[in-house]
């Protein structure tokens, strides 16, 4: 198991090149001033790279893991990113969900960026645990299964992390005990609210939407989705007010248009999803409504056994950076045209409008000739300035069938060719 060695990082952005299985015409490349690089037995830990001065949503969050699982669905991202040749990779770490997919099809090197350190450290947590343990093993330390053994098991893990993960989770081991994977804020603001009250009106009607095994059957449950006394509740639940003040989420909302009605959207939106997908093949609605994963065979591809393999086979090999700092910083730090891909996530809903046009403006400079570009927005994607929309060669139909197919349901996508 790798060991991370502390080292001291000077002012200069350039990290030193540590990769020691690199082959020799693959040589390490300069990276981001805060990174931990996971590359065979190389590692590095350094400082963060924020930008000065500057004002980040996150910054009270920075304790707290706000999402464990994997709140997206990375087929999304997989789809408009690795078909197309996309070797160097940078994305939204979040849970690490998404980072760990992206892994499976041979991507060389891979940026993980989340302004939050406690996300990097919960990807570093997960990295150590595929590395070290097996399918079964994974799952139970994780919280998928039982296990009374999972701080036994972070035990082992401890020196494979960096000091500042192995302080944190030393300091909140009941995040470890109590399974992490279920330990963050949206996922228990799920299981608190949204699965309880579902259990507490619809428990049959839940239930029964979980066993169709056709979208006929499935339809036919519809109706129940409307009832008056489940409108009010799933509608209050999903309120811009509900959110502010229960699920503790740093604001997906703030940006949005002022006239978007958010509960009826939501509430438009998974009925329209129940209309021509199953939710038992989601893996979402299974934390939505259950609050927890049940069905193995459905779950991050990280955590399925049929993808599993390939992801621990690819931590072997692929240059991965965990990095904390704001992506626009994190990217400025890169040369220019060095990604083929980027996986922004939802961050255009979180950013205020110069922070956002700053982030684009470095995925231009640093975007190699016909890299892609997967973007998110909550039910809106903001416009991008003139000077970049120049330079994106978007996807339309891309767009539409990912709004329309993509398990979370609320998202608007900006798929394009950086050009």
């Keep these: 198991m790798s060991k991370i060695v502390p080292l001291t990082v000077e002012d200069a952005p350039a990290l030193p090149e ?19 690089v996971l590359a065979g037995s190389g590692t590095v ?5 924020d930008k000065p001065g500057r004002v980040i949503l996150w910054q009270r969050y920075r304790e707290r893991i706000s999402y464990s699982s994997c709140n997206e669905d990375s087929a999304s991202e997989v789809e408009v990113l690795v078909p197309h040749a996309s070797k160097r990779l940078v994305s939204i770490c979040a849970s690490g969900g998404r980072v760990l997919n992206l892994l499976q099809d041979g991507a060389e090197e891979v940026w993980a960026v989340d302004v939050n350190p406690s996300q990097t450290h919960l990807l570093e947590l997960k990295v150590a645990g595929m590395r070290a343990l097996e399918h079964a093993d994974f799952l139970s330390f ?5 296990s009374p053994r999972r701080l036994d098991v972070y035990d082992s893990l401890r020196p494979a992390l960096s000091d500042g993960a192995r302080a944190y989770f030393d300091s909140k081991p009941f995040l470890i005990s109590r399974g992490v994977l279920y330990q963050g804020s949206l996922e ?19 239930r029964s939407l979980f066993t169709c095994t056709d979208l006929a059957e499935q ?22 007010c509900f959110f502010r003040f229960f699920s503790h989420e740093p604001g997906f909302w703030r940006f949005l248009p002022p006239d978007l009605k958010l509960h009826e959207r939501i509430f438009q939106s998974l009925e329209r999803y129940l209309d021509h997908h199953l939710a038992r093949d989601n893996h979402l ?20 056994a049929d993808c599993f393999p390939r992801i621990k086979h690819a931590l072997r090999d692929t240059r991965l950076h ?10 400025r730090t890169a040369p220019a045209q060095y990604f083929d891909g980027y996986s922004l996530s ?36 903001r416009p991008f300035l003139p000077e970049h929309a120049r330079r994106l060669a978007r996807d339309q139909p891309v767009e539409e069938r990912l709004e329309r197919d993509d398990h979370a349901m609320v998202h608007s996508f900006a798929a394009a060719e950086i050009q």
């Design 322 to 331: 965990i990095v904390n700092g704001d992506m626009a910083s994190v990217l």
């Design 346 to 381: 939802d961050i255009s809903a979180y950013l205020p409008p110069d922070a956002f046009g700053e982030t684009i403006e470095q995925v231009v400079r640093t975007a190699r000739p016909q890299a892609r570009l997967c973007s998110r927005g909550v039910f809106y994607h």
């Design 18 to 36: 540590v990769i020691p299985e690199a082959s020799p015409g693959n040589p390490a490349p300069s990276g981001p001033s805060s990174a931990l």
């Design 285 to 304: 609605l299974w934390l939505v409504f259950f609050g927890r994963y049940r069905d193995e065979r459905v779950m991050p591809e990280y955590l399925r």
């Design 219 to 240: 339809r036919r449950l519809l109706p129940g989705w409307r009832s008056p006394p489940w409108r009010v509740v799933a509608k209050t639940i999903c309120r811009r």
């Design 188 to 206: 228990r603001f799920l299981a608190r609210y949204v699965a309880t009250a579902t259990h507490l009106l619809r428990p049959r009607w839940v």
């Design 45 to 49: 830990p350094a400082r963060p790279v």
């Design 142 to 146: 994780m919280g998928v299964r039982k």
